[in-house]
């Protein structure tokens, strides 16, 4: 069973719309959680880290948020725009000591902004 | 500032050989690590790498291995190639192992096992 869920699957907006997607991850502790954005073919770019300490985390027009309680974590678009089609990656960060660079990756979300 | 570059960016083998992949870091960067990415599996962690050393594994057979040099680069060997070995594979760089670092990926190498 994944350690890191997320929804939904896949996502078509109109441009200029909101939206938002959710992560749902298993299993503590960890030292972080991120969200990461990939384009067909590319590396991931990394949108926000929050460590279990924070609850909210902006990038611009991307906002995350982070419920340790409830284990969930969501990423909110404003204002899509074309540039905003790809797969957004939820990523948990487990680490020896809260140390290192080992991820546990959600499957991603894809979403396709329309004009 | 270069960005973390992976050579080659294609890649193709036949089963049974084996492979080796070269991911240089971004400058100042001592932590290297390396995925593997597949349509059915999504992302999975391989190792890391920090300071010469192998800091964290992922639960992937011995065929894959890796290294790192005095110089952060570090690369990564898949012996015995399986069809199942097909992926494309994505080292990231920090500047730290530290738990909240910011990690920088490469575009990654295009394996195909044929």
């Known amino acids: 069973k994944n350690q890191v869920e997320q929804s939904p699957q896949s996502l078509i907006i109109l441009e200029g719309k909101n939206c938002t997607l959710q992560c749902n991850y298993t299993v503590s502790p960890f030292s972080n959680l991120r969200w990461y954005k990939q384009d067909t073919g590319r590396g991931p770019v990394s949108l926000t880290i929050?460590?279990?300490?924070?609850n909210t985390k902006s990038n611009g027009r991307y906002t995350a948020t982070l419920d340790a309680d409830t284990k969930q974590s969501s990423l909110h678009i404003t204002a899509s725009q074309l540039s905003d089609s790809a797969s957004y990656i939820c990523v948990r960060g487990v680490g020896e000591n809260n140390y290192g660079q080992n991820f546990v990756f959600g499957p991603g979300t894809r979403l396709s902004v329309l004009p | 500032k270069a960005g973390v570059t992976q050579t080659p960016r294609y890649l193709i083998k036949t089963r049974g050989q084996q492979v080796t992949l070269s991911c240089s870091p971004i400058s100042g960067h001592r932590s290297v690590s390396w995925y593997q990415q597949t349509p059915g599996q999504g992302l999975q962690f391989l190792f890391e790498?920090?300071?010469?050393?192998?800091?964290n594994k992922g639960n992937f057979p011995g065929r894959f291995s890796g290294r790192q040099f005095s110089n952060s680069r570090s690369e990564m060997n898949v012996s015995t190639l399986e069809l199942g070995d097909s992926a494309l594979y994505l080292c990231?760089?920090?500047?730290?192992?530290?738990?909240?670092?910011?990690?920088?990926f490469g575009q990654g190498t295009r394996l195909t096992v044929v």
């Open positions: 929050m460590t279990f300490s924070e």
């Open positions: 790498y920090f300071s010469e050393t192998q800091r």
């Open positions: 990231a760089s920090s500047l730290e192992a530290a738990r909240a670092t910011e990690a920088f």
